[in-house]
């Protein structure tokens, strides 16, 4: 008997250490190379042959990928499939902050379906209405706007949506704001 718990033992332990360490199965690196490459169906395939639709490479998940690169079926198939929609990569960056500084705008509205938390903040304070004003996204800063975004948070510079969307003359989510009574 002893002899068979060492390796269960040493099983365990290497398991652990994957985990802690980030080691990817070739399957979820299969999956983010298909990500990547926007291929829908292989996406899908390798999700029903057991991958990790929440699997991270370099701190990113799948689905920041996904969201960063205009790919809205795959977002749509990993969400279905278990990817946390909220799912924080360092500086505390999430997919609904990602897709709104690319101006992704079905995506941003499949995350708030999906309830991405809209006030989320990264580790400077800033919010996806925030991108999306730094940017000039504007269709993107109308659907935060609608779906309730808050108008007059500071980010780590003191500066809100609308001190962003001013100093960059984004003139069109200037005026969003300003008309929803947003402050500087």
């Not at 995350?111 to 990264?122: G, H, K, Q, V, Y």
């Amino acid at each position: 008997m002893k002899t068979h718990r060492r390796p269960i033992a040493l099983l365990a332990a290497l398991a652990t250490l994957c985990t802690l360490s980030g080691c990817a199965r070739p399957m979820d690196e299969q999956l983010r190379q298909a990500t990547l490459s926007g291929k829908t169906d292989d996406v899908t395939q390798l999700l029903g042959q057991g991958a990790d639709p929440g699997y991270q490479y370099a701190g990113w998940s799948v689905l920041m990928y996904a969201a960063r690169d205009g790919q809205l079926e795959i977002v749509r198939t990993l969400l279905d499939r278990g990817a946390k929609v909220d799912a924080v990569a360092p500086r505390g960056i999430t997919a609904l902050m990602v897709a709104a500084q690319r101006g992704h705008v079905e995506i941003v509205k499949l995350l708030l379906a999906r309830r991405a938390f809209i006030n989320a903040r990264n580790d400077n304070d800033n919010t996806a209405l925030m991108y999306a004003a730094e940017f000039g996204h504007l269709d993107v800063a109308k659907v935060l706007v609608e779906a309730g975004a808050d108008l007059n948070v500071r980010d780590g510079d003191r500066e809100t949506a609308l001190g962003i969307a001013r100093r960059r003359g984004h003139l069109g989510i200037v005026r969003l704001l300003t008309d929803q009574r947003a402050w500087e």
